[in-house]
C-alpha cells in the first residue's frame, strides 16, 4: 500500500463518453516518481504514443497533486498539470497557485486524467465521490473573471475553479487555464488543450483529511519557515513579489528589450512597483492558500474595455518584461491593463509579450506592413498592443498567424524573419536575457518545455565573458533540486523563506514515512529529467534542436552587458552541450543510452513504448 499521505488512487475520465474509471497505483510509482512532476511524467509517458495531436482527443490533461498537499507544510497550496503541448509539440508540465490540487486530493485522488473530446462546452465538477458532466454554453464565451465567479457561485463553498478563457475555447497555442482568477497555468499552451476538448473549466471540492507519517516534523519544518519569512526586513520580495525584480534584472542586463534586441531598457525606472503601490495598490494580496509569503499583489486599475469601471491586475516581473520593455512599453498602468486582458482573454503573458514584440520588430524591418495587420505596430505603441491582444485571442486578422507562436508565425511570414523569432523549441524566451549571466543559455536550450527561467540557473553571477564550462554543474544541480520542487509541488519561491533542499527531503520523508537522502533524491531527479527527455526523443527532438534562437548570438549594445553573446562563442556552447549530455548519461545527439535507461530504473517503462 502506498503511504498514508496518498489516496494510491487516479482518476480517469473520458469526455467523450462521459465514463470515469479509477486506476490503483502500486506503491513503487509513488516511491519512484513521488507526485507532481514526477508523477505526471510517468503517467504521461504511459498513456501517449509518439505523434498524437496534442489539440487532438486522444491528448491526455493531467492534473497532479504531491505528498504534502493536505499537510501543514509550507507553500504547498500549489497544483501541477502536465500534457502535450500544442506550442512545442514536446512534454509540458505547468505548475500553479491555487487549492485544486488540494481539493481533487480531498476527494480522494493523487491525480486526474482527463482523455477525448465533449461534443458540447462542458465543466468537470468533483465533489468528493460524485463526478458530474454540466453543460457549459451559458459560459462559453465568457472571460475568466465573468466564468470564475459564476462557478464559484454556483457551487459548494470552498470548492476550486479552475478555467480558460476565449483564447483557449479558440485554441491559442499559447492560451492558458486560470485558478482562483490570479492564478495560471502559464507556458506551453495548457488552456488550448482545455478550449480542444470543449472544457470549459473544473471545478474540485473534497473533505478528506491527510495525516502524514510524521505530522511534528512537517509543523516543526513550517515554523521555522515561517519565522525566517517574518524575520526578514527590507526585502524587496517581501514587499512587492516579483515586481521588484525589474530593477534587478535590468542592472545585470537581463531585461527583454525590443524583441530582446538588448538586455538593458533605458525606461526602466518609470516601471517602479512602489509606484505602482501608491497609485494603483490595494494594500492586499491575491496568494495561494496557506502562504506565509503572499508574494501576488492586486492593483486597482481602469477596465481596458473602456467602461470606466475599477478592476484587479495581479501583475508578476516576467509581464513586466514581456509586456513592458520587449515591446517598448514603460507606462506601468498600461502594462496592468494589458496584464489584466491576457488574464481575462486566458492568454499567457510572456508568450503574448515575445509574439507582440516579434511582431513590432518585423514591423519596423518592413517585413509587416500596415496592410497586413491594420494599423502601425512600432515599439510603443500600447493601443496597437491591445488591439494585437485582442486579435491573437479571437484569432482573427494577423492575429491568427501570431496565435500559433513566433516560430510558427516567422515560417509562415518569411522574408527572414525566423532570424528574430525568439524561442527554444517553440516556446517564446522569458524576462531574463541569457547574454546576463553565464551558462543561463545552456539552460534555456536543453529544457524539456523549451525557453524556461524555472528549470536551474547557473550558479553564478558573472557575465558570459569567459567559458561556461565550469558552470554547467551548477545547473544540473539547480535544475534536479527544480524537479523535487515541482514533485513535492513546493512553491519555487521557497528559497527566499529559506527552505533548504534537505528539509524538502525532510518534508518528504515525514510525509511519506520512507528513507531518501541526498542520492536517492538526486537519482529520483535524474529518473524524471531523463524520462520527459525519453518523451521528447520519441518526438523527435535530438541535440539540432538544442540550441539558442539567433538573437543571442547577437551582441547586447548597450548597458552593463554591452557586446556580450549567451557564451564567448559557438565552440564553448557545444562543449557545454556536451559536459551537460555526459551528467546526464545520454549519447552526442541527446539521446539517453540504454545503460541509463536501465541504471534509473526506467527499462519497462521504455520497452512497453518502443
Known amino acids: 500500500m502506498p503511504p498514508d499521505c496518498y489516496n494510491g488512487q487516479v482518476l480517469w475520465i473520458d469526455l467523450t463518453s462521459e465514463k470515469t474509471r479509477k486506476e490503483n497505483l502500486d506503491s513503487f510509482i509513488y516511491e519512484s516518481f513521488i507526485g507532481g512532476k514526477g508523477l505526471g511524467s510517468f503517467l504521461l509517458y504511459r498513456e501517449l504514443g509518439a505523434g498524437i495531436d496534442a489539440l487532438g482527443p486522444d491528448n491526455v490533461l493531467l492534473f497532479l497533486t504531491g505528498p504534502l498537499q493536505g499537510l501543514p507544510a509550507p507553500n504547498v497550496g500549489r497544483w501541477t498539470l502536465v500534457t502535450k503541448s500544442p506550442l512545442t509539440g514536446l512534454f509540458l508540465d505547468s505548475h500553479s497557485g491555487g487549492a485544486l490540487g488540494r481539493e481533487f486530493k480531498k476527494a480522494g485522488y493523487d491525480a486526474v486524467g482527463i482523455k477525448g473530446r465533449s461534443k458540447r462546452p462542458t465543466c468537470l465538477i468533483i465533489d468528493d465521490d460524485s463526478i458530474a458532466f454540466e453543460r457549459a454554453d451559458d459560459l462559453w464565451g465568457l472571460g475568466v473573471h465573468a466564468a470564475t465567479r459564476a462557478l464559484q457561485e454556483k457551487n459548494a463553498k470552498g470548492s476550486s475553479v479552475y478555467v480558460i478563457g476565449p483564447a483557449g475555447e479558440k485554441q491559442v497555442r499559447f492560451a492558458v487555464g486560470s485558478t482562483e482568477l490570479a492564478h495560471q497555468t502559464g507556458r506551453g499552451g495548457a488552456g488550448a488543450v482545455m478550449g480542444s476538448k470543449n472544457l470549459k473549466a473544473v471545478v474540485a471540492h473534497g473533505t478528506k483529511k491527510f495525516a502524514g507519517a510524521d505530522v511534528d516534523t512537517i509543523r516543526e519544518i513550517n515554523r521555522t519557515a515561517i519565522k525566517s519569512w517574518n524575520n526578514k526586513v527590507d526585502y ?35 516601471i517602479d512597483p512602489a509606484v505602482m503601490e501608491k497609485k494603483w495598490g490595494l494594500g492586499t494580496h491575491q496568494s495561494c492558500p496557506h502562504c506565509v509569503m503572499s508574494c501576488t499583489r492586486a492593483y486597482k486599475i481602469e477596465a481596458p474595455d473602456g467602461s470606466g469601471a475599477e478592476v484587479e491586475s495581479t501583475v508578476e516581473y516576467e509581464t513586466l518584461g514581456l509586456l513592458g520593455g520587449n515591446i517598448g512599453v514603460s507606462d506601468p498602468h498600461a502594462i496592468l491593463k494589458m496584464n489584466y486582458l491576457c488574464d481575462d482573454l486566458g492568454l499567457d503573458t510572456i508568450s503574448t509579450g515575445g509574439t507582440i514584440g516579434f511582431a513590432m520588430e518585423a514591423y519596423e524591418r518592413e517585413v509587416l506592413f500596415d496592410a497586413d495587420i491594420g494599423f502601425p505596430l512600432r515599439f510603443g505603441d500600447v493601443d496597437a498592443a491591445i488591439q494585437l491582444i485582442k486579435m491573437i485571442a479571437s484569432r482573427e486578422g494577423i492575429g491568427k498567424t501570431l496565435s500559433y507562436g513566433v516560430r510558427a508565425a516567422s515560417v509562415e511570414i518569411g522574408k527572414g524573419s525566423e532570424s528574430f523569432a525568439v524561442h527554444v523549441k517553440g516556446l517564446e524566451v522569458p524576462a531574463w536575457d541569457p547574454r546576463g549571466k553565464k551558462g543561463l543559455g545552456l539552460s534555456y536550450a536543453t529544457a524539456e518545455v523549451g525557453a524556461s527561467h524555472l528549470r536551474g540557473w547557473p550558479a553564478t553571477s558573472d557575465p558570459p565573458s569567459e567559458s561556461a564550462l565550469d558552470v554547467v554543474d551548477s545547473m544540473v544541480d539547480a535544475r534536479d533540486g527544480k524537479v523535487l520542487t515541482d514533485s513535492l509541488i513546493v512553491c519555487h519561491f521557497t528559497y527566499h523563506l529559506p527552505l533548504p533542499h534537505e528539509q524538502k527531503i525532510a518534508l518528504l520523508n515525514a510525509a511519506t514515512g520512507l528513507d531518501y537522502n541526498e542520492s536517492s533524491i538526486s537519482t529520483f531527479a535524474h529518473r524524471i529529467a531523463t524520462l520527459t527527455r525519453m518523451f521528447n526523443v520519441r518526438e523527435g527532438i535530438s541535440r539540432k534542436d538544442d540550441i539558442l534562437p539567433e538573437r543571442f548570438w547577437e551582441p547586447q549594445k548597450h548597458g552593463p552587458r554591452k557586446g556580450m553573446t549567451a557564451f564567448i562563442d559557438k ?32 527499462e519497462s517503462i521504455f520497452q512497453r513504448s518502443s
Open 571 to 602: 565552440d564553448d556552447f557545444e562543449k557545454s552541450l556536451d559536459k551537460f549530455y555526459d551528467i546526464r548519461g545520454w549519447d552526442r545527439t541527446g539521446r539517453p543510452t540504454i545503460d541509463t535507461i536501465n541504471t534509473l530504473g526506467l
Open 236 to 270: 524587496g520580495f517581501k514587499n512587492y513579489g516579483t515586481a521588484f525584480l525589474v530593477e534587478f534584472a535590468n542592472s545585470m542586463g537581463h531585461y527583454p528589450t525590443r524583441n530582446s534586441q538588448n538586455g538593458y531598457f533605458d525606461e526602466y525606472r518609470r
